[in-house]
């Protein structure tokens, strides 16, 4: 029997496992409390009404067959109802495409949109998960930074001054994974704009939207334009364990994504969708559900951050949490957090190093927090435990 | 508002939707017995058994979080123990990897073992997601013909001869998909030796194998050499709503997928495959479970075979339902099977024409036929309707 074997395909040199996967299985340790994370609370999840539809969408005559590559067709539908609401124009059934979570959302554009070499602008610090697909799909990338209101669409406008041609730019619109901003109404008109003049597509990828705590997330990018491509999931609002995410695209975009759905994986599970159906159209239940997380994760919010600024002062700027699950902090005494980590990890907290989201590099001075699974009291636990490795580091 | 939207990647423009998919469409009319689809049959799925798992994985503590990309471990645990026994050597966790359904692991591969302008051998007639995946792959594709003994691996003895160096074969082993044939013996050896000898990857691909009516499967091709990558699906012998398929593959090859399944979906549904879990674990339930099927199937398939034979007498050559899904016949009076099609439908019967898995052309006086679906006397009458066509055709 042949011990080597066969080669895999060149394009593999590139690709590596992302550093916050890497991170996470050393953060598996219980006395370590995890800021890493980004994870919604289990404990959050509405297990029993889960379990509820499984046993309704399992009883009589509920489909266990293949279903179709565009996803259940009750599903698709209370979306297009829910998303209308939201974009205030009637979105036709055709126009919503289901898919594996909007990570395959994700993956199936960037095969529909991009040809090798296209240039892709994403948002610094950006969603690692859209940059591995971007990078895979050979773009090139651009990065736009972020500041309190968000992507700076000026700095867009510039480099589209300059003659960038993007194909695609992708925008997280509200609370920022990993920055935990949300993109003002103004620049989120002036991106369905540019993507107008300048014949981009814009995707917005909007997990969080409905984790706001004090007030509604902004009308969406994807009701200046429908140049824009509005990417939702269930994950973060019922469960990730249901895989599913969605899409709201102009048809001749869906009906691309369902041919390259046929190959990546014929269609989804009717089971999982027939409960996310069955959930998303309880809509007194799920605003409960919703009021719920949305009052757990405001009150985490703000004991995180309210232990962050009493404990550091100007030391650290970081962002108000109004909504979604992370929390991004500036140090501004030249702390390297990367540096700082392995510190920290021995004093039992963790966290991830700005670093990591780099579009290039940068964010030596930042880290990620996740609030979203941790008491008031342990999350300041964690940061007088972040005080202690930063006093070290700083000897 | 603009209403030219941007372009879509040049490469969509080779794509097309599956004719078969395009058949099925016409062939929801009730009056028409389908021998079209491709479809286990939705009678025969456990629904009270996955109804009991899905309650026992959502009650308590069971998991709602995202899942390891390769996989709920159970499950991997389960499929590891049945491959041992089936490989006849100690399969390591690490070489099995859950994917979306078996399509899944196709499309995967196809990224990790393909370079643009690679060669792909493929079985003539071919699945048709298979040739999907690699097509849009960039693959160069040259087919092998069948024959009673499935892959003609003398001809392909014959192409490695010549100096063509394929960096992947793909076969389904047992029951082919469309041909109904299994692979002998024989050629599974040699096929194993080949691999080695040239340096390629065999992918083989074994939905059906447990669905043997007389006798078991033979060993897998998987058990002559380690250049063969082996997939699995639940969907067939369990149901396809649960999206569960697997692999078993090399470490590096299924670190590699792993790498690409981050990017092309995260993971997927620990709730699907906690189910799948209970049932594949479940051994007494399984193998009464899969008898049942078996035994149907087979009384189809026989029922289907004879109809076809004593009506068509020598103007129709077709298998021998041995197993699986499938019935392939080729007509020897010159019957252009794609012209019959539209007398066929009108006639109440539908069946997919040969031409539609030809990796090139040909097959014009073939059809596939599943006869999961109907019961023995429908078959009957299917047969019937399809005589009156053929004989309205050859007028």
């Known amino acids: 029997m042949s011990s080597t074997f066969p080669s895999l395909s060149a394009k593999l040199a590139g690709l590596q496992s992302s550093a916050i996967r890497d991170l996470l299985k050393l953060t598996a340790d219980p006395r370590i409390v995890s800021l890493a994370g980004g994870l919604p609370d289990a404990e959050l999840m509405p297990r029993e009404r ?27 539908a209370v979306l297009a109802e829910r998303e209308s609401a939201r974009l205030g124009r009637r979105v036709p059934l055709s126009e919503v495409f289901v898919t594996h979570g909007s990570q395959q959302a994700l993956s199936l554009l960037a095969e529909v949109l991009l040809d090798p070499g296209a240039l892709v602008v994403v948002e610094d610090p950006a969603y690692v998960g859209a940059l591995q697909v971007f990078r895979a799909a050979g773009a090139r990338i651009v990065a736009i930074p972020l500041d309190a209101e968000g992507m700076r669409v000026d700095a867009l406008r510039e480099l589209l001054a300059a003659g960038e041609r993007p194909a695609l730019v992708h925008t ?22 540019l993507a107008e003049r300048y014949g981009f ?65 014929l269609c989804g599970s009717a089971l999982t969708q027939q409960i996310a159906t069955d959930l998303l159209t309880d809509e007194d239940w799920l605003a409960g559900h919703l009021a719920r997380v949305r009052d757990s994760y405001g009150t985490r919010a703000e004991a995180l951050v309210n232990a962050v600024r009493a404990t550091f002062g100007e030391r650290v700027v970081c962002t108000d949490a109004a909504g979604g699950m992370f929390v991004w902090a500036d140090f501004t005494d030249g702390t390297d957090t990367k540096a700082m980590l392995a510190g920290a990890l021995a004093e039992g907290v963790a966290y991830v190093p700005g670093s990591a989201f780099a579009a290039e590099d940068g964010y030596q001075g930042s880290m990620r927090m996740c609030f979203t699974t941790s008491a008031p009291p342990v999350l300041a636990e964690a940061v007088a435990r972040l005080a202690r490795a930063h006093a070290a580091a700083a000897v």
Request: proline content about 9%; some cysteine; aromatic content about 8%.
């Open 50 to 76: 889960i379990a509820a539809a499984a046993a309704a969408a399992l009883a009589g005559s509920g489909c266990l067959q293949y279903t179709e590559s565009p996803g259940w067709g009750p599903l698709r």
């Open 172 to 193: 997280v619109s509200n609370f920022h994974n990993p920055g935990g901003v949300t993109l003002a109404p103004a620049r989120r008109a002036e991106l369905g704009q």
């Open 201 to 265: 597509w814009v995707v917005e990828d909007d997990p969080y939207g409905e984790l706001w705590f004090d007030r509604p997330s902004p009308a969406p990018v994807a009701s200046y334009s429908r140049h824009v491509i509005r990417l939702g999931s269930a994950s973060k609002i019922i469960a990730p364990t249901l895989r599913v995410g969605w899409m709201v695209a102009p048809d001749q975009v869906c009906r691309a994504v369902e041919l390259l759905k046929q190959g990546a994986d």
